[in-house]
């Protein structure tokens, strides 16, 4: 009997099911996709409920294609967004629609946090950087502005707990992760912060019981089983957010790894043996999926996601002409940006679609073109968009750098590692060798790591990426592109730098009063 794993990835633009045998062979996957609602400018919602359907959808339609195959998977673990925030009544209903990660409400909230704890002693205890990312703010903002829905809530949870809940794990359980993520861990003590819910008077048992990611929950039930075609009593095992995910399905599982993941949002991150004391409250440090070691982290609200964002948008024209043609758009765009010269004959995209996060954390940041002349045209404006993502993760990655991270070469993940023009544009931007995975949606691989450490399989996570995590292609630097990019690099800094002090908040709050 060959034992199989199956992952679900359930991302911020749709789930995938995977199912994998212990040696990393891929059996059989299926895809789902659904969006998010905007309600206002900096608001981002979704509906829990429909992302669980999708998970059921994708799995079901997976297990369909494994035919006997699935009767042999021996666990389920889950890779899921971070730091969205659901809140359910007594009755594990949904109160309101989940707010996503991506959303920037609780501007208010974080000013509060910081005045009731200071960023110097808030970053000591959680390793976060104030922002209107984690969870304290949206739970407090929920508090402040609906009190009716506060007043109904009796559990606040993640979507890693959701979705395990929801697949039969009993109890509300997350991982050590997410709980990092909260803005309510200590990362230090492996335990909720008794500081952080008193000042602010929360009740923790508000709070899920949290897990190491690889532990045993559960096991799937008839009725799961019946919709899904996971075989009952399959072992259900705490996952992690896709972030910690993709961090164990790239590898980065020891000193000196690097990943930069490009998906709907970006991270960079770096394995720390132990947790590092610094000033600094701008680096963003966690609890790793191997306990007693930590991740360095770098946070991008917007990445290929904003990519998507401007083909969708802008290019409408285009993208109808390539489907028509029964080509992807995204390959077309691509033969446009490979035709103009590295830095866009001079023309500049800021990417803060969804605000600036590491290492500027500034909510009211916002995108925009810098240097539009007569002489840029569409092609031009295609590769100015894939360089902007690309130097704010250059801006990340200079912070973490002097933080005393670093590496000689770096992993890159996620759906642009599909474009070869994006990959040596990373490569030439960073000024490092990256390399490719085998698999790149190695969220889904991370994922399949901790299915297999649950169910025994492999003895611990370690021992699970040697199984199932497989180099690929190398991208080398290329020296006259590097240099355009350190100069570009310097503009990218002064053109925030210009922005930021008075231009971006005063838009901001401009746009926070229409409520468009």
């Known amino acids: 009997m060959v034992e199989m794993l199956l992952a679900v990835d359930i991302g911020t633009t749709g789930a995938k099911s995977r199912i994998m045998d212990a040696a990393g062979k891929i059996v059989a996957t299926s895809y789902r996709e659904y969006g998010c609602t905007y309600p206002r400018p900096g608001w981002v919602e979704q509906d829990a409920e429909m992302l669980i359907e999708a998970a059921f959808e994708a799995t079901a339609e997976t297990t369909r294609k494994a035919g006997a195959a699935a009767a042999e998977i021996a666990a389920v673990s889950f890779s899921t967004q971070r730091t969205c925030s659901i809140f359910l009544d007594a009755k594990g209903k949904l109160v309101r629609p989940m707010i996503s990660w991506q959303d920037n409400r609780p501007v208010d909230e974080v000013a509060a946090i910081e005045k009731r704890m200071g960023r110097e002693r808030y970053h000591r205890i959680t390793g976060l950087p104030l922002n209107t990312t984690w969870n304290l703010g949206k739970i407090l903002w929920l508090r402040n502005n609906e009190p009716d829905h506060w007043a109904r809530t009796a559990k606040f949870c993640q979507l890693q707990d959701f979705v395990l809940k929801r697949f039969g794990s009993g109890e509300f359980y997350t991982d050590s992760g997410a709980a990092a993520l909260s803005g309510m861990w200590d990362i230090r003590k492996f335990a909720w912060s008794d500081e952080i819910l008193d000042a602010f008077a929360l009740d923790r048992a508000l709070l899920p019981t949290v897990m190491l990611p690889g532990t045993r929950v559960g096991a799937i039930g008839s009725e799961v089983s019946a919709r899904t075609g996971i075989p009952a009593g399959a072992a259900i095992v705490v996952g992690a957010g896709d972030q910690h995910a993709a961090m164990v399905g790239a590898g980065v599982t020891e000193k000196g790894k690097m990943s930069v993941s490009l998906g709907t949002g970006g991270l960079v991150g770096a394995f720390l043996d132990s947790c590092p004391d610094s000033p600094d409250t701008s680096a963003n440090i966690l609890n790793h999926s191997i306990k007693g070691h930590y991740q360095l982290?770098?946070?991008?609200?917007?990445?290929?996601?904003?990519?998507?964002?401007?083909?969708?948008?802008?290019?409408?024209?285009?993208?109808?002409?390539?489907?028509?043609?029964?080509?992807?758009?995204?390959?077309?765009?691509?033969?446009?940006?490979?035709?103009?010269?590295?830095?866009?004959?001079?023309?500049?995209?800021?990417?803060?679609?969804?605000?600036?996060?590491?290492?500027?954390?500034?909510?009211?940041?916002?995108?925009?073109?810098?240097?539009?002349?007569?002489?840029?045209?569409?092609?031009?404006?295609?590769?100015?968009?894939?360089?902007?993502?690309?130097?704010?993760?250059?801006?990340?990655?200079?912070?973490?750098?002097?933080?005393?991270?670093?590496?000689?070469?770096?992993?890159?993940?996620?759906?642009?590692?599909?474009?070869?023009?994006?990959?040596?544009?990373?490569?030439?931007?960073?000024?490092?060798?990256?390399?490719?995975?085998?698999?790149?949606?190695?969220?889904?691989?991370?994922?399949?790591?901790?299915?297999?450490?649950?169910?025994?399989?492999?003895?611990?996570?370690?021992?699970?990426?040697?199984?199932?995590?497989?180099?690929?292609?190398?991208?080398?630097?290329?020296?006259?592109?590097?240099?355009?990019?350190?100069?570009?690099?310097?503009?990218?800094?002064?053109?925030?730098?210009?922005?930021?002090?008075?231009?971006?908040?005063?838009?901001?709050?401009?746009?926070?009063?229409?409520?468009?």
Not at 449 to 472: E, Q, S, T
């Open 297 to 516: 982290e770098g946070y991008q609200a917007g990445a290929a996601g904003v990519f998507t964002w401007f083909v969708e948008q802008i290019t409408r024209l285009e993208s109808a002409y390539a489907q028509s043609a029964g080509l992807n758009p995204y390959q077309l765009l691509d033969s446009l940006a490979s035709g103009v010269p590295a830095g866009a004959k001079g023309l500049m995209f800021l990417p803060y679609l969804a605000s600036s996060c590491a290492p500027r954390w500034n909510p009211d940041a916002r995108g925009a073109f810098l240097g539009l002349t007569f002489a840029h045209d569409h092609a031009c404006m295609v590769r100015a968009v894939l360089e902007g993502i690309t130097l704010e993760v250059r801006d990340i990655l200079e912070s973490m750098y002097r933080f005393g991270a670093d590496a000689d070469l770096i992993r890159i993940l996620g759906g642009a590692t599909k474009s070869a023009l994006w990959n040596q544009l990373q490569a030439d931007v960073y000024n490092r060798p990256v390399q490719t995975l085998a698999i790149p949606d190695a969220a889904v691989t991370g994922a399949a790591v901790y299915a297999g450490v649950g169910a025994g399989v492999y003895r611990d996570i370690p021992a699970g990426v040697a199984a199932l995590v497989k180099a690929g292609r190398i991208y080398e630097p290329r020296p006259e592109a590097a240099a355009v990019y350190q100069e570009l690099y310097g503009l990218y800094c002064l053109a925030y730098a210009g922005l930021s002090r008075e231009f971006f908040p005063a838009l901001a709050a401009f746009q926070r009063k229409t409520k468009v």
